[in-house]
Structure formats: structure tokens, C-alpha cells
């Protein structure tokens, strides 16, 4: 037949098995730590794109000045005397670096807000502080390095990085759902 397991065998698979729940168990002060770390490196990494930004665009006339990548952008078109007609393809839809750094700043806008807010109501709504501060970690790491691969034109990590900040913030969602139903 089958050998029955004797009490020790019973005590030592209750113990690695409450081991394994609080190693997936995270505290509630842990959460916060990771989560606000991930918060401040989310607010930091978007202004400095933002202050980045400022020194690659068009400035205003009282400004006094207009950056240096501006100007050598703006020399170039002069010397090459190409028309528009005479531009490939690919040269019609070349991003100048003001272009760039105006589509990172709206990406951003576009995703960081909503990531960031719903970090915090997994948080709240959410008992499952892993799961939250995973998610939360994944789409951080997903951000900075998406802002990485767009300002050095990296495609298609740009596009994989992207995507894991958005799966990373549909599973917070459901997360949160979870969390809401959650008897």
C-alpha cells in the first residue's frame, strides 16, 4: 500500500509550507517603502524629461536664445537646399530631436498619471501587497527604460518596454478588481 506519513513528516511539510506563505506574503509597511520608492522615481524620471525636454524645443522669442540642437538642425535644412518633393520616404517623417522629446514628455502624460494612480488604489483596495509592489517595480523599470529606448531611437525595445508598462498596469487593474470582490 501506500506509506503513511508519520507526525514529524506532517510537522515539517505545515512548516515549509507556512515558510512558502511568508516569503509570498509581503507587509503592509513593505508595500509602502517599495511603492513610494517606485513613486519618486516615477515623478523624478518624468520632470527631468521635462526640464531635458525644455533645453531641445523651440523657445520663446523674450527667451533670448534657442538651443544649440535647434540651430544645427535648422543650419542643415539651409545647406541642403532639399525640397520637399526631392525627400524620401523615410526623410519626409524624420523625427527632429525637438519631435522626440515632445512625444516622450506625451507619452508620459499618457501613462505615468494613470500607472501611478493605479499603484496607489491597488494598494488600498488590494490585500495582495506583492502582487502590488511587483507590478509596481515592473512598471517603473518599464518607464525609465522606455524613456531610455525613445530618446536613443532603440525600436523595437522602445515598443516591449511600452508594452510592459501597459500589462504591467492591466494587471494592477485586475488586481484591484480582485482585491474589491475578494471575500
Request: aromatic fraction near 12%; charge should be neutral; proline fraction near 2%.
Amino acid at each position: 500500500g501506500i506509506p503513511k506519513k508519520t507526525n514529524k513528516q506532517n510537522s515539517l511539510v505545515c512548516e515549509s509550507e507556512q515558510h512558502v506563505q511568508q516569503i509570498m506574503a509581503m507587509s503592509k509597511d513593505a508595500a509602502v517603502q517599495i511603492l513610494s520608492l517606485c513613486n519618486l522615481v516615477l515623478v523624478f524620471k518624468y520632470f527631468m524629461t521635462v526640464i531635458l525636454q525644455g533645453g531641445r524645443r523651440t523657445r520663446a522669442p523674450e527667451d533670448g536664445f534657442q538651443p544649440s540642437a535647434l540651430k544645427k538642425e535648422a543650419n542643415e535644412a539651409l545647406l541642403s537646399g532639399a525640397d520637399a518633393e526631392q525627400k524620401t520616404e523615410s526623410e519626409k517623417f524624420e523625427f527632429s530631436v525637438e519631435k522626440r522629446w515632445q512625444r516622450i514628455v506625451m507619452n508620459d502624460l499618457e501613462n505615468v498619471l494613470i500607472g501611478i494612480v493605479m499603484i496607489w488604489i491597488s494598494f488600498f483596495v488590494s490585500d495582495d501587497y506583492l502582487v502590488t509592489a511587483i507590478c509596481a517595480i515592473l512598471f517603473t523599470l518599464a518607464r525609465v527604460l522606455h524613456t531610455v529606448c525613445y530618446i536613443f531611437a532603440l525600436f523595437p525595445w522602445r515598443a516591449f518596454c511600452w508594452m510592459f508598462g501597459v500589462l504591467s498596469t492591466l494587471t494592477l487593474a485586475i488586481n484591484i478588481v480582485y482585491g474589491a470582490f475578494k471575500s
